[in-house]
């Protein structure tokens, strides 16, 4: 099992002091977010760093299922950006959000759901064009937001995407699901970590709330997972503490 950490924690820190700081803490992944401050680092920012990297496609200001077609169009643009650069930096799992209803949309939702699909399937195609695994993330409970139901999640990408998921274990927890039942499916192949108290997604310290981690890694462990779990928490102080709870536990 993989241990990384995600940009949203480290930033606005300059790249190379991202990357000394993963080397430092003695870990071998690294996540980054493709937007301002990342969206310019280069293959030569990263070469001279034996890190393995993820990427995590934009989220701010993007709809793959807008009913606005440019816009729509324009965030299935930028999914395929990410990929692209994930082939340039070697990083072969790319983690893609779903779309969201909007708000003048909210009398279509069927329409709104077939576009999220049709924006999934591009993506996936232009992912394996790219040679790297679009990982569609499961969402928190926010209003009109789509995969909030990882069983809705996990069907579509069984039937139509033919996708890999990442699993956010903080959204789940959310949103009300089991340790258990988040991390059912064989499709799995990227996580996410963080902990909260089930009210709302507050990406906090592991271990600072109620998700029950050691079970989540005694899941996987007998799962035979053996791709990447991010720990994924918005703050340089909550990235540390999660660090020493995974020594605590004996998964670092």
Known sequence: MKISVSTLGLYPAKIENVLNFVTEQKLDYLEI?????YNSVTSDDLNSYDIGLSIHAPMS?????SHIYKI?????ELMIDSFKTANKWGADRVVVHPG????MALKYPEKILKYNIESLIKCQKAAEDYGVMMCVENMPLIERALY??????FDDVDSKLHSGITMDVGHGHNNGFTEEEMLQSDNIH????????GSYDMHDALGSHDIDFPKIFDILKNKKYDDICVIEVNTLHDVYKSIDYLKKINVL
Do not use: F, Q, W
């Open 33 to 37: 977010i493709n937007e301002y401050p």
């Open 61 to 65: 200001d993007v709809n793959i299922s």
């Open 72 to 76: 729509r169009n324009i965030s299935v």
């Open 100 to 103: 969201s209803i909007p708000v």
């Open 148 to 153: 909030t139901n990882i069983e809705a999640l």
């Open 190 to 197: 990227h996580i996410h970590l963080s902990d909260n108290d």
